[in-house]
């Protein structure tokens, strides 16, 4: 018997998640390592459990991701967005609640360039008139 198996990929700023979700007791694996001890403070761990937490189904799946890129905020986002998505394989019914809650919501901000004569991507070297 094969156990079913839900997949998510998940995406914000540089990092891109890759979850694994099937039906267990609520462990989660992140890059071959405990949840905890891979996400170091509470806030960023909030936000990676967020749509198990919504949803109530904490203890109803054991997750594991491969995530890369980014830094510890961005990676916590990208499993977020992962794991909301891999909810949907899981119960396309429950579109409208993680829509609603803005957990499918791609977010597209990511750092703007550094332009070519200039400090930064919008700040200029000071002007001296004289």
Do not use: C
């Not at 109530?56 to 990676?75: I, L, S, W």
Request: charged share 30%; aromatic share 10%.
């Amino acid at each position: 018997m094969s156990m079913a198996q839900y997949y998510g990929t998940g995406r914000r700023k540089t990092s891109t998640a890759r979850v694994y979700m099937k039906p267990g007791k609520g462990a989660m694996i992140v890059n071959r390592r405990p949840f905890e001890s891979y996400f170091h403070t509470d806030a960023v761990k909030r936000v990676a459990r967020e749509p198990l937490v919504f949803l109530e189904m904490q203890e109803r799946f054991d997750v594991k991701v491969n995530v890369a890129g980014g830094g510890e905020a961005g990676q916590a986002g990208a499993v977020r967005h992962g794991i909301a998505r891999a909810l949907l394989v899981f119960d396309p019914e429950l579109k409208g609640r993680l829509r609603e809650a803005g957990f499918l919501t791609r977010d597209s901000r990511v750092k703007e360039r550094k332009k070519y004569g200039q400090r930064g991507a919008r700040a200029r070297f000071q002007f001296s008139k004289r």
